[in-house]
Structure formats: structure tokens, C-alpha cells
């Protein structure tokens, strides 16, 4: 079992940055592959980024120049850096671990971006 949560969501303006963390806990954490999605009202949930344990890194194109994805192995935690904030990047954003067949999800951290 794998719970997660997420920290660092706030209201900022358009332009700053921001950095978002996911701690992993649990009986046996295996974080092959680590991944941000985000999720505005009325809208589907999106995938944002990915990260395998090798270091292999994933952007969706709409966040690809102003996001990147990290880790921290020895606390069982990753991150979402943010750069350039846009009102669109507002959204709830979760962070994500496929284990098997199975997903497990953190509650989510609201981000809202100001114009």
C-alpha cells in the first residue's frame, strides 16, 4: 500500500514560480514511475509530467518550457517545479503512482493563478 499527499499549492500572480511536493508513505514504496496531473473546474483531468526512476523525464507540450519534474529517493518524495505561471495553469493538481495494475493518487493541492 502507497498513500500519497502533495503540499505547496497557493494563490500566485501571473509570472512567478512556484514548486509543488509529493510524499510518498507506506509498507513497501517502489517509486518506478512518478507523475503530476491536474485538473481545472469543468474540465477532464490532464497529465502533466512523468518520471521514471532512471531519470527518464515527460512534459505535456502545453508545459514543456515552463515545468520540470524531480525527485528526492532518500525521502520518498517528488516535485513539480513551475516557472512562468499562467491563469490556465490554475487547476488542483495530483500526483500519481502506477504500481502494477493498480494508480494510487495524493487528495490534491489547489494552484490558482492570478491575472
Known amino acids: 500500500q502507497v498513500q500519497l499527499v502533495e503540499s505547496g499549492g497557493k494563490l500566485v500572480q501571473a509570472g512567478e514560480s512556484l514548486s509543488l511536493s509529493c510524499v510518498a508513505s507506506g509498507t513497501d514504496i517502489h517509486l518506478n514511475v512518478m507523475q503530476w496531473f491536474r485538473q481545472a473546474p469543468n474540465h477532464e483531468r490532464e497529465w502533466v509530467a512523468g518520471?521514471?526512476?532512471?531519470?527518464?523525464?515527460l512534459l505535456a507540450d502545453s508545459v514543456r518550457d515552463r515545468f520540470a519534474i524531480s525527485r528526492d529517493d532518500a525521502e520518498n518524495t517528488f516535485y513539480l517545479h513551475m516557472d512562468q505561471l499562467k491563469p490556465e495553469d490554475t487547476a488542483v493538481y495530483y500526483c500519481?503512482?502506477?504500481?502494477?495494475?493498480?494508480?494510487?493518487w495524493g487528495p490534491g493541492t489547489q494552484v490558482t493563478v492570478s491575472s
Open positions: 500519481n503512482v502506477p504500481i502494477g495494475a493498480r494508480n494510487y
Open positions: 518520471l521514471t526512476i532512471g531519470d527518464s523525464t
